[in-house]
């Protein structure tokens, strides 16, 4: 397949385009910065650019917002986008978008050749590549910024119902379960979603919200 490199690190970019001359790929472009990266692409046309996230000039994410404007005007390039540590901020920009041609992959895995080259064959062919830790730490992330996922499943019912319109007592009818029961599950509710006890809102009502906004 034909590649573009794109990596400050000179070392790096040597490395990667023996190994891939070795696997019988090309090279077409090996870079050190966005703008160049932007360029060669242009140029180009790859089958897929691999692509490390922060880069110049500005050496912050410079690399994930080449690769961004690379789907964006070029979606039959794939991006298997390469990171020294799992950035969970810069990957989850990446996924909000069409995840076909497209890669994730923490750089300690470049020196895992056989899987290296095997995700790019993936990204090429179309598919998605995620490195297990970054998948891990996204989903740890989303556990610890979504309050509704600490709700038990009892917890969950209840406060459906409580969108729905349904009184306490009548979600303690439905459930077959006490008033008592319905209420102390209605604040364990409140508390577990952290609503403020300000008394100008309804605790129920923020709840209800954000629900609804889910």
Do not use: W
């Not at 789907?71 to 390039?77: A, C, I, K, S, Y």
């Not at 179309?126 to 509704?148: N, Q, S």
């Amino acid at each position: 397949m034909r590649v573009i490199l794109a990596d400050d690190s000179v070392l790096l970019r040597e490395g990667l385009t023996r190994l891939l001359d070795d696997a019988g790929h090309e090279v077409v472009a090996a870079v050190g910065d966005a703008p160049a990266l932007l360029d060669a692409v242009e140029r180009h046309r790859p089958e897929v650019a691999v692509i490390d996230v922060r880069m110049p000039p500005g050496h912050k994410d410079d690399g994930l917002r080449a690769a961004l404007e690379i789907r964006e005007r070029l979606p039959e390039v794939g991006a298997l986008v390469l990171s020294q540590y799992v950035e969970q901020h810069y990957a989850a920009r990446l996924l909000a978008g069409p995840a076909e041609g497209l890669g994730y992959l923490l750089k300690d895995r470049v020196s895992e050749v056989a899987e290296f080259l095997d995700s790019l064959e993936r990204v090429r062919a179309g598919g998605t590549v995620l490195d297990p830790e970054v998948v891990r730490r996204l989903m740890a992330r989303a556990a610890r910024t979504d309050p509704l996922s600490t709700l038990s499943p009892r917890e969950s019912e209840v406060l459906r119902l409580l969108a729905e319109g349904f009184v306490n007592a009548a979600i303690a009818e439905r459930l077959h379960v006490s008033l008592s029961t319905v209420e102390k599950h209605v604040n364990a509710i409140m508390e577990k979603l952290d609503l403020p006890r300000d008394p100008g809102y309804s605790r129920r009502v923020l709840a209800i919200l954000r629900y609804l906004d889910a």
